[in-house]
């Protein structure tokens, strides 16, 4: 952090602002996954007093969400003209395997219908959105929806340490959303 010459004497380091704060506390999330996350680490990684970072947040259950919050922007969408409406589905399926898994925890806290999430209703809004694109009927898009959450919140909060090497690749998760939209579609 720089510092800035202060007026009267010594030196100050400069304000932090949300996103100094967000930013270190994602490193954390990253290096040590979501559990060890806490305000006053996020002040030691830092360099500054505990109460400088509660400054920009309401405790330790607001610097979690908003973590979350930020990782499920992180997933990348395909923009609604680029390729099939299944082709773009397993692409947001993947980019969540792909980010959750940088952030150890995260998705425990963002899939779980029980706590509302903005951003996993939108990665819910785009998904249904394909569906519809791909011909299912408003009722059969909602029962194919939650088949999905089922499958990629099984996924993703499945993936323990523990498990043999390579057993849940990202290629085995697109073939299990690939076989869930096949079959919905027969049906």
Same mark, same amino acid.
């Given at each position: ?14 304000? @932090? ?19 060890? @996350? ?25 610097? !979690?969400?908003? !973590?979350? *919050?930020?990782?499920?922007? *992180? ?18 399926? !993947? ?14 806290? !963002? ?39 089922? @499958? ?10 523990? @498990? ?9 998760? *697109? ?13």
């Amino acid at each position: 952090m720089a510092a800035s010459k202060r007026t009267r004497g010594g030196t100050q380091p400069d304000p @932090l602002s949300p996103d100094d704060v967000l930013d270190a506390a994602l490193a954390l999330v990253a290096a040590e996954g979501l559990d060890a @996350l806490s305000v006053s680490s996020v002040a030691r990684a830092l360099g500054v007093s505990t109460p400088a970072v509660y400054h920009y947040l309401g405790g330790k259950e607001d610097l !979690v969400n908003r !973590v979350c *919050e930020r990782v499920a922007r *992180e997933v990348e969408i395909p923009p609604g003209d680029e390729g099939a409406w299944d082709d773009r589905i397993v692409a947001v399926v !993947v980019s969540m395997h792909t980010t959750f898994a940088r952030y150890p925890g995260v998705a425990v806290r !963002v899939l779980p219908l029980r706590r509302p999430s903005p951003a996993a209703s939108r990665l819910d809004q785009i998904v249904r959105d394909c569906l519809v694109e791909g011909g299912f009927a408003d009722a059969t898009a909602d029962d194919l929806l939650a088949t999905l959450h089922f @499958l990629v919140r099984g996924w993703l909060l499945g993936q323990r340490p523990g @498990l043999p090497a390579g057993t849940m690749t990202p290629a085995l998760l *697109e073939r299990a959303v690939r076989w869930t939209l096949r079959g919905a579609a027969g049906s």
